[in-house]
């Protein structure tokens, strides 16, 4: 008699812990070019497809075309929509063969339904004739003028989720983006080039007051917006801290953890 009383309060306690257990996020990973076409997005692809596996808390399916893009039904077997995924990540250059209600149904998946969008490197130099898509993401690319090089970098947030696994200064060797329509009143920037390192006499910096922000995040209607522009070589891809940080801005994303990312000014050097 004892024995069944256990035995069913551990078949009670193991079914209270299945169902305490959060069920896998679900994230829409594309990776289409439309323009200069990066090495790196197959591997950051694959890493953010690896890690979601390690961690448990996310699947990815990856795409190269934007065919999911809407809240349609999309005909064919095991078709899937927006309404299946809790995040659409871009890593994706130029024009992307989306039509007007794929655009509209994009920012109304992150703006009213209260989903993530993560944009990876080239996100930016994406969409450059859709205007919403440059205020939801924050900014377009305007030019890398240093290319591939020592960034040094400095972290403006370390409270930020996965901004801790960086040093509060160092340097990388990463192609970092100069941004344009960039406004701080919007974003809340994490990661930022250190200018008083770097040569602003470089014919194409554009920008005069000295703000290359890097990573930043926004909160979107309902939605939570988060672009991190590292990660242009493979090499960045295998660094165990740009890793961590990456699963951390992830689980932000997916709305699994709290993060401030009310806009606020730079800060006095």
Known sequence: MRKTGLAALLALALCASLGAQQPKKKILFIGQTKGFHHDSTSYAMGTLWKLGQETGLWDTWLKTDCQWITKKPVKGGNQKNLSFFDAVIFYTTGTLEMDESQKADLLAFVKDDGKGLLGIHAATDTFYDWPEYGEMIGGWFDQHPWNTFEAPLVVEDPGF???????????????????????RERVRVLLTLDADKVDLKNPRVHRTDKDFAVVWARNYGKGRVLYNGLGHPNEVWDRPEIQKMFVEQVKWVLGLIPGDATPRPKPAP
Request: net charge positive; proline share 9%; charged share 20%.
């Open 161 to 183: 989720p996965g901004m801790q696994y960086l040093p509060r200064a160092f340097t990388m060797r990463d192609e970092i983006y100069q941004a344009k329509n960039f406004s």
